[in-house]
């Protein structure tokens, strides 16, 4: 079956606008996953979805972020007021149930914010 | 706060040659990943090692945690051009969990 998907690609936004990252998690997973990867860097954990639930939104670096997953399939990572330090990769993952099961990752969305 | 050092940042070999990447912390973990990432992609699991000592090999990449479960090595043989990419060392939090700590990655390119 097809992988995690991630849409769009690239996104390049000017400071202070609002945009919206879209994560298609291979169907049938549970559990959905939302890294940041900076330049240079591994990636970083921001939030975790257990269904349609955040089961752990620790890594989330402000209230600026917020992630959804409606009907726990789809998920959207929603950051406000975009600042210039928010440009990274932003990598969507998904596993079977969560847990210790494989994580697999999706391309990324590489957000560029001017 | 946990944190995984890689080493060497950066290595560039011929195609033929030996190499050893290493992922160090002074924090244990209860289990340790590798993982490759090639540009424009996610990172792809390697392998996940659990017990201190323990050895795993893939093909020409063989993978050891340490006995303490702070460190380990991913050495690979005879290096080939399909080996390029970035090796990343993830450490989990604690058993069971889903939650790892990323290293910051050795970025390996082989030449032909």
């Known amino acids: 079956g097809a992988g995690v998907s991630q849409t769009p690609s690239n996104k390049v936004t000017e400071k202070g606008k609002y945009v919206e990252l879209r994560c298609d998690p291979i169907?049938?997973?549970?559990?959905l996953y939302w890294y940041r990867q900076s330049l240079g860097q591994g990636p970083e954990f921001l939030i975790y979805?257990?269904?349609?639930?955040?089961?752990?939104d620790s890594g989330l670096p402000n209230d600026r972020f917020f992630a959804v997953r409606p009907e726990g399939s789809v998920s959207t990572l929603k950051i406000q007021r975009t600042e210039r330090g928010d440009s990274a990769v932003y990598l969507c993952?998904?596993?079977?149930?969560?847990?210790?099961?494989?994580?697999?990752f999706g391309p990324g969305t590489r957000l560029t914010v001017l | 706060t946990q944190l995984l050092e890689q080493s060497p940042q950066f290595l560039s070999i011929q195609e033929g040659e030996n190499l050893t990447v290493y992922c160090n912390s002074s924090?244990?973990?209860?289990?340790l990943q590798w993982y490759r990432q090639e540009p424009g992609e996610g990172p792809v699991l390697l392998v996940t090692?659990?017990?201190?000592?323990e050895v795993k090999k893939l093909k020409r990449l063989t993978f050891q945690f340490g006995d303490a479960r702070k460190d380990s090595s991913l050495h690979i043989t005879a290096a080939q051009t399909g080996d390029t990419g970035l090796y990343l060392c993830?450490?989990?939090?604690?058993?069971?969990?889903?939650?790892?700590?990323f290293g910051t990655g050795t970025r390996l390119k082989v030449l032909a």
């Open positions: 090692v659990v017990t201190g000592g």
């Open positions: 169907s049938g997973h549970t559990a």
């Open positions: 924090s244990v973990f209860s289990s």
């Open positions: 979805f257990q269904g349609t639930g955040a089961a752990d």
């Open positions: 993830a450490g989990a939090v604690d058993s069971g969990t889903y939650k790892y700590i």
């Open positions: 993952a998904s596993s079977r149930t969560g847990g210790r099961d494989e994580q697999f």
